[in-house]
Structure formats: C-alpha cells, structure tokens
C-alpha cells in the first residue's frame, strides 16, 4: 500500500472538466514537480500551470488533501484540468513517468477501507452510487453510505457479542457450574435477531430489484393489448401492435423511468391453453420463465370479451404456478364497451389504445411496489450481503435448536461465533483478503 497510485477521476469523454487523482506519500511530489504557480494549501484549490516537460500542457487547478483528511485517509492530490481525453492522458502519463502507479479498480476505494474511512458496506454504497439510475436506488445507496444499513447490522452483531463473552466466561468457570448468560435471555435474544435476519433476507429480492431495475411483466391471453400497454407506457411505438392474436412471439424488455423507481417492464406473448405451432409454444414458454423472474404483473384483458371475475378465474390456468410476483389486475378497451361496467375492487380500467385510465394505472404500480417495501431505506441489495445473513441465519437458527433442546455451552458457542463472523464480514470487520480483492475490482477505475 506504500505506493503512489493516480488514475482519471472523471468519464473518458471530452467534457469542461477533468480530474487525475493521486493518492500515497508521492502525491504532492509528484504533482508539484510538473506544476507552475503557488504551492497549494491544504484543501485550498490552487490555480497554476501544467506542464509536459517545458511547454505548458493545461491551466489547471490542484488541491491537496493531506492525510488523514482525504478519501483514502492518505496524501490525496487532485488536478482538475479541461476535459480533453488527451490532457488527461498526458497528466496520467507523466505521473507515471514521475513514479506514481496506475490504480486498480476500486483502488482509492480500497485504500479508503483499509485506513478506516469507510465501512465495506459504505464502500460497496459509492460504488452503488455512482451507478444509480433512479431516485429509488440512489436512496437506497445513500442511506447505505450514510451508515443506516451499518448501524442496524452492528446493533445485532454487538448484542451477539455480549452473550458470547458471558458464555466463554462461563466456559472458564465450568467446574463451578455457574451460568452468568441467562439461557431465557439468549433465546428471546436470537429469537429477536432470526427475524431481524429473515426480515432482511425477505427485503433482498425487491432490494436488488430497486438497485438494477425492477422487473414488471405485462401478461394475458394473445390480443388483449399488452403490446399497446408497453406502448403507452413508454410514449413510445416500441412494439408491433395488430389485431392478429400471436403478434408478438418473443419477450421485448425496455426500461421504464416511474415515481422515483427503474422498472423493466417485458412484454410478452399472449397466453393459450393451446398454442397454434411451435414458435407460439416457444413464446409462451419464455412468456411463463419472465412471470417467474418477474416482481410485478400486469395482467391485461379484453374486457370487451371477458368481464373481471371471469379473467380472473381463468388467469390461474394461463399463469400457472411457477411465480411469486403480485398481480395488477388490467381490464383494457373499455372504449369498446357501449355501457360502462361497474367498478370492481382491485382492477383498473384502462383504454391502453387511448391513454385512458393511464394515471391510476401508474399510481397503482407504484403503490405495489412501496407495499412490497420498496420504498424501504434499509434493503438488502448485495449478492455479498445476502450470503452472509444467510449464514448468520443458518447459525443463529442452530443456536437456537442447541437452546431449545438443552444442547452444550460449547456447541451454542461455536454458533454464536459463526453468526457473528458472518454479519462482521458485511461491514468489513472480518473479511479475508481474496474476498476483498474480489469486491473492490468491480469498482471503475478512479473510484
Ligand atoms: N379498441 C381498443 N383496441 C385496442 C386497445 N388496446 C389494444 N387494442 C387493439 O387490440 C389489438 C391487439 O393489440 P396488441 O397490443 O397487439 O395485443 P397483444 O396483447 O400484444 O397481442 P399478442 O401480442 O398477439 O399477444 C390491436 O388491434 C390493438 O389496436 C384498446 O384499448 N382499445
Ligand atoms: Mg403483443
């Protein structure tokens, strides 16, 4: 880590500005010796020259960050030149050439972490952040970075710990036979804790949904307007629209932009009992695997050809049952009705054709998913994080069994480790290097 690293900030494309940043003990040397003008002050931007040997390369501005005061805790110096690829290029190179070397991916991140800037989870949060696409993800990023999600795992982890010190206590005291952690205490504790971590798991489907877009499929029988819906949706003639049922025969996925959230919104083939050959069977098939990958459905129907009650009768048979996702109940083409029908609790009627009835249409998909908590601050949305509330879970229940049935001190200590090992891997507090070096690499370069 004794090194100097630089790598372009900023994206590679010609823009006002740039930046180049350096982190390590060289970086104020190594900035300074192609440097004209004033010695920058601590968190002071400096405006001066750079400069390619001895011709001026850019007007540029520096600020330093002396450590620990900086984004890697280290001696940080960022240069914020114009924004051409080539300048940016040449600051790089010649930092190079002045002994600094190119970062990794993640690597300031990294450095970040290992001088206790950030938590690992607060790392992985940036990473998050600059990647948000929607107001739902950024929040979510956000309150990750701010510490939320790191407060409330280390709540958990910390009451883990206090009964394991009673029970290693305990363990030293053995031949007195005394019990300093109350087993009554310690159940209502891990009980408390197991739904704490299965509510947090439940949250991770619609988390990661909210962080990389939430899947919404559009479904129903062939010609009821599916196709018209995503249309509509979108503001946009996206996808072939006739009147011949089996118009489209393969999945057509676009994003979606709605109430702060990134939807995925797929399209499908329309659904029969009896496909006519085998492309239509293929379709349904791909049609069914999207229900099943899906977070919400839009079931659409022809409510000029099937009143509510009866598509919601049949629905069963057309869907199967191979899918979590709740259902949005959409009678379309109600400007084919000559008199109107009578509300029914849960459907929303809509002229996809029209645009009628579009508005309630929306506010209903997003009242569904900040029902399925996705307007929750605190989910899980990591792959990484799952898989250690997994274990943490596997081992809080074991210690629970081992309680429960009488088992020995010894046994339910090594659970309580387990569990406490796995949720101190989320925020870093143990966390082996290979695992490390596997996270931070899928940061950008410069982060
Ligand atoms: N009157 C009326 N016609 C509509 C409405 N929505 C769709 N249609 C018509 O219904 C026919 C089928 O529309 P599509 O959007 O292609 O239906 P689909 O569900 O995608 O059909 P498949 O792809 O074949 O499964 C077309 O002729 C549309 O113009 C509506 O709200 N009112
Ligand atoms: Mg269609």
Request: proline share 4%.
């Amino acid at each position: 880590m004794g090194d100097t690293i630089v790598a372009i900030a900023t994206a590679q494309a010609p823009a006002a500005i740039g930046v180049v940043r350096l982190s390590g003990k060289e970086a104020l040397a190594i900035a300074l010796s192609f440097w004209q003008g004033a010695k920058p002050h601590p968190r002071t931007a400096t405006l001066g020259m750079l400069l390619d040997g001895q011709t001026p390369l850019d007007q540029a501005l520096i600020t330093y960050f002396p450590a620990p005061h900086s984004y890697t805790g280290e001696d940080v110096v960022e240069i914020s030149c114009h924004g051409s690829p080539y300048i940016l290029r040449r600051v790089v190179e010649i930092c190079l050439e002045r002994g600094a070397r190119l970062a990794r991916p993640g690597e300031f991140s990294l450095r970040a972490y290992l001088h206790r800037k950030l938590s690992l989870d607060q790392a992985e949060a940036i990473a998050d952040l600059i990647q948000a696409r929607s107001a739902a993800a950024h929040r979510l990023a956000l309150s990750q970075f701010r510490g939320a999600y790191y407060q409330k795992v280390r709540a958990l982890r910390e009451k883990l710990i206090e009964f394991l010190a009673l029970m290693e206590l305990e363990m030293d005291f053995s031949e007195e036979d005394v019990e300093l952690a109350s087993r009554s205490q310690l159940l209502l504790l891990l009980e408390a804790l197991d739904g704490e971590v299965t509510a947090l798991l439940k949250a991770y489907r619609i988390g990661q949904a909210v962080r990389e877009g939430v899947p919404v499929a559009i479904v129903g029988r062939p010609n009821a307007g599916k196709s018209t819906l995503l249309n509509a949706l979108l503001a946009e003639e996206r996808a072939i629209v006739s009147d011949t049922p089996g118009t489209t025969r393969d999945t057509l996925e676009e994003r979606l932009y709605l109430g702060g959230y990134e939807l995925r919104l797929i399209d499908t083939a329309g659904l029969r009992e009896n496909p006519a050959d085998a492309i239509e069977a293929e379709g349904i098939r791909r049609a069914r695997q999207k229900l099943a990958q899906a977070f919400l459905i839009l079931y659409v129907f022809d409510v000029s050809e099937e009143t509510p009650t009866q598509a919601q009768q049949h629905a069963p048979l057309l869907l199967g049952t191979d899918f979590t996702a709740s259902i949005l109940w959409i009678a379309n083409k109600i400007d084919k009705l000559s008199t109107p029908i009578p509300s029914t609790d849960g459907v929303i009627f809509i002229s996809a054709a029209q645009g009628t009835g579009m508005d309630a249409l929306e506010k209903a998909i997003v009242e569904s998913l900040a029902q399925q908590g996705a307007s929750s601050d605190i989910l899980l949305s990591h792959a990484r994080h799952y898989e250690s509330f997994i274990k943490a879970q596997t081992a809080v229940k074991g210690a629970l069994q081992l309680l429960r049935e009488g088992g020995g001190s010894e046994l339910i200590v090594e659970e309580l480790r387990a569990a406490q090992r796995a949720i101190g891997e989320i925020t870093g507090e143990i966390t082996p290097d290979e695992i490390l070096g596997h996270i931070f690499s899928k940061f950008c370069i410069g982060k």
